[in-house]
Nanobody, 126 residues
Framework: QVHLMESGGGLVQAGASLRLSCTAS????????VGWFRQAPGKEREIVAV????????RYGDSVKGRFIISRDNARTTVYLQMNSLKPEDTAVYYC???????????????????WGQGTQVTVST
């Protein structure tokens, strides 16, 4: 079992930066890939980014490539999502997710993920 807790959401203006954190507990952290999905009202949940257990590999959703950076600190059992050049269309609830297979070919599929945080709201104003 893995417990995930997000923090760092809030309201910012377009062009600003924000950093989300996801802290995990419950099993060996470096065994699992961790990532972020987001869901805006009326839209499907979409992949934002995922990082492998070692931290050596990362993958991003097309809409955030070049603006967002995912990283992890295994000693602190925490994954970070640095969000730069934020746009109003980045407004959504951001969910942290984790499982051993998350970095595989199905990384975009939210329904394949085993563990979830409660979500944190990010709102980007014009």
């Amino acid at each position: 079992q893995v417990h995930l807790m997000e923090s760092g959401g809030g309201l910012v203006q377009a062009g600003a930066s924000l950093r989300l954190s996801c802290t995990a507990s419950g099993r060996t952290f470096s065994d699992i890939a961790v990532g972020w999905f987001r869901q805006a009202p009326g839209k499907e949940r979409e992949i934002v980014a995922v990082i492998s257990g070692s931290g050596a590999g990362t993958r991003y959703g097309d809409s955030v490539k070049g603006r967002f950076i995912i990283s992890r600190d295994n000693a602190r059992t925490t994954v970070y999502l640095q969000m730069n050049s934020l746009k109003p269309e980045d407004t959504a609830v951001y969910y942290c997710a984790a499982d051993r297979e998350f970095y595989g070919d199905s990384y975009r599929t939210w329904s394949d993920r085993d563990y979830w945080g409660q979500g944190t709201q990010v709102t980007v104003s014009t």
